[in-house]
């Protein structure tokens, strides 16, 4: 971090903050309590907040309570992670009208909007990296996420509270927001540590005028962010992946937890990574307009897997195994990284609880069943 | 960048009936500079629109050396290629493409070529076909195996007559359910490979088709001594974007959109065949 750029705020005065983002000419977004959780919404004011609101998250489980304190970002995250603002859940492509020539297609690019997002979690800035490398760093450039990524600004938040789901430790993209940030605050009590982590940030805090964080403000800081990572109850040991996952293919486990799994696609949902996507066409009434749109898909549906007269995955043991498996393994031959970064929504957001921290390992213990079926082709092959 | 999602019109300029239900279409962009700087190369495909319906994926069969014409081959199956079979000469469909990964034919440049299909799995293979007759000097033998399950699914009949007819070339049928009229091997595919004397270390396999033939295919090759770098499969999963983004054609750790269709054997060994990859 450059010298010179962090500074604290008292935690009573945030709404200069938002007052000079919105100088700037960004629509802030923060997370708003709705419905008995949280989602990203327009806020004007530090009141919009979720103030003294904290989320208790369990497998199939996800509980606000009001703790009475003047705490701004208790709430750890919602359902939603930074996705929904880059590659959103139904983008029209194309509008296509008939014409001399057959038709003529017009891409319908999104305005490129400044938003700031107040209250990015560490890891929903690695997820957002992760999209950014699949939609922007890959041999086709998605010009749709590229304009929605254009204008975003972000404030991230650094974890000093770990959920009973969280285990971003362990995939090593937080509790700390080390990079893809604006701004990053740490909020102590009273005070609020700001550093800036991008020429945008450093601008916006030189006009703050902050008092100088003293270094004991940042070794408190690290402290409770260091608490908040040794807290976690949740680890997933991804040492051994890809290759023990895809050795694990014919693995007992994979029935166990089909039986359990209802394939309703909300951990694919909430994901911050998840790309898949499907495009629908919907014609208006004159058959002379038409919209191409793509929303998301998820590998839990029937149609997923489908190709002319014959389903890939027609079960959703081969469902589960297909999300897991490029969850964890094929994604890091991919993209080089894993496609999960720690969040636990997918444990939270799953209406049975199956939780991908305890179903990996047991996975990725030998079973006598598999054994027997693993070992014979090598025999053949001896 | 371009966007990759913009669709262009093609007219359709011919359609032929190959079979009941499969049909050629012989497509030319509507646009001049669109035409103009389309190139491909065989074995790769493109999407096909039709207007208010939607996109499919369809290989391109036509000579990559006549890039103003696109030939597809389309059985009549689903939704959208009834669609395209509802449309006659002079109507217009939409295309995106050329996406993925063709045939090797340069390094196939000087080898014999074996090739393997079955049904209409011959289709991604004929552009490559035609591509080596014309520049025949190039490359070794030819020698082409070919299954239908009835001779009625025999699409292609006068070229393969021509290609039989063709120096140092090879052409061998079966149908496993065969009529009166059928002259060649009563069986499935594989059984050829018994028919043709192989030099394997000279030898290039190009195989497409259901997958359980090419599954079937590949070691009997292996055995007679073709090093499994030597074979390429073209292969074929869901597709909707063709840009290796909508997450639906993945094998293993491959988009198969863009990694693929075809693909080096020993790169797909380990996903070819495991339940639901």
């Known amino acids: 971090m450059t010298s010179g750029m962090r500074g604290a705020l008292p935690t009573a005065s945030l709404q200069r903050l938002l007052d000079a983002l919105s100088a700037k000419g960004y629509r802030m977004v923060g997370p708003i309590v709705r419905d008995g959780s949280v989602v990203w919404e327009t806020v004007q004011s530090v009141s919009d907040l979720p103030i003294g609101w904290r989320d208790q998250q369990e497998p199939g489980r996800y509980r606000l309570e009001q703790t009475g304190s003047p705490e701004i970002f208790g709430v750890v995250h919602g359902p939603q992670s930074l996705k929904p603002f880059v590659f959103a859940p139904r ?15 017009r891409p319908t690019l999104p305005q490129s909007e400044k938003v700031a997002v107040i209250g990015a979690r560490a890891c929903d800035l690695a997820g957002l990296a992760t999209q950014d490398q699949i939609f922007l760093n890959g041999a086709y450039r998605d010009p749709y996420y590229a304009a929605r990524r254009e204008g975003l600004f972000l404030v991230a938040v650094n974890c000093t509270r770990a959920l009973n789901t969280c285990f971003c430790a362990s995939m090593e993209t937080g509790p700390r927001a080390k990079h893809g940030f604006d701004l990053a605050l740490t909020e102590l009590d009273d005070q609020l540590l700001i550093e800036a982590g991008s020429e945008a940030g450093r601008d916006l805090l030189s ?60 951990c694919t949902m909430v994901c911050p990574t998840c790309f898949c996507h499907t495009v629908e066409e919907t014609p208006d009434l004159s058959h002379q307009h038409t919209t191409h749109a793509r929303l998301w898909d998820s590998c839990f549906t029937q149609e997923h897997g489908y190709i002319h007269g014959k389903n890939i995955r027609p079960t959703i043991k081969d469902r589960y195994r297909m999300w897991l498996t490029h969850k964890l393994a094929s994604w890091i031959d991919q993209f080089g990284a894993s496609g999960c970064v720690g969040c636990g929504r997918c444990i939270t957001w799953c209406p049975v609880g199956i939780d991908l921290t305890e179903e990996l390992p047991a996975l990725l213990t030998p079973s006598e069943q598999q054994s027997t079926t693993s070992r014979r082709p090598e025999a053949a092959g001896g | 960048m371009a966007n990759p999602y913009v669709i262009h019109p093609a007219t359709i300029v011919e359609k032929i009936q ?93 080898r014999n070529v074996v090739i393997v299909t079955g049904g209409l799995g011959c289709a991604p293979v004929v552009g490559a076909i035609e591509y080596i007759f014309k520049r025949r000097e190039q490359y070794g033998s030819i020698k082409i195996l070919h299954g239908v399950k009835t ?127």
């Open chain 2, 18 to 110: 190959e079979a009941e239900d499969i049909i050629t279409y012989r497509l030319q962009l509507v646009d001049e500079q669109a035409r103009q700087c389309f190139r491909f190369a065989a074995g790769q495909f493109n999407m096909v629109y039709v207007f208010g319906v939607g996109e499919v994926a369809i290989s391109i069969v036509s000579d990559p050396d006549e890039p103003e014409f696109l030939n597809h081959t389309i059985r009549t199956v689903g939704r959208i290629t009834k669609a395209i079979a509802a449309l006659q000469p002079g109507d217009v469909l939409g295309i995106r493409g050329p996406f993925g990964q063709g045939w090797p034919l340069d390094e196939a440049c000087g």
């Open chain 1, 207 to 266: 006009n703050l005028c902050l008092s100088r964080g003293s270094e004991q403000l940042s070794a408190e800081a690290a402290t409770r962010v260091d608490a908040c990572a040794q807290s976690q109850v949740r680890r997933l040991d991804h040492s051994d992946l890809p290759q023990a996952l895809y050795d694990a293919h014919e693995h007992p486990r994979w029935d166990e937890v089909a039986s359990r799994c209802l394939a309703c696609t909300n």
């Open chain 1, 91 to 105: 983008e029209p492509l194309l509008q296509i009208e008939r014409s001399k020539d057959g038709f003529a297609t």
């Open chain 2, 151 to 277: 001779p009625h699914d025999l699409l292609y009949r006068e070229r393969f007559d021509q290609w039989r007819r063709a120096p140092d070339t090879e052409v061998l049928l079966a149908s496993g359910q065969p009529d009166k009229t059928w002259s060649y091997h009563i069986g499935v595919v594989t059984e050829l490979f018994e028919e043709v004397a192989i030099d394997p270390m000279k030898s290039i396999a190009l195989m497409c088709g259901p997958e359980i033939m090419m599954r079937l295919g590949v070691p009997i090759l292996m055995r007679r001594g073709i090093p499994e770098t030597a074979i390429y499969l073209s292969l074929e999963r869901h597709m909707e974007c063709g840009i290796g983004l909508c997450g639906h054609c993945q094998m293993g750790p491959y988009f198969l959109c863009k990694d693929g269709p075809v693909m080096r054997y020993d790169r797909v060994a380990q996903w070819l065949g495991q339940t639901g990859v």
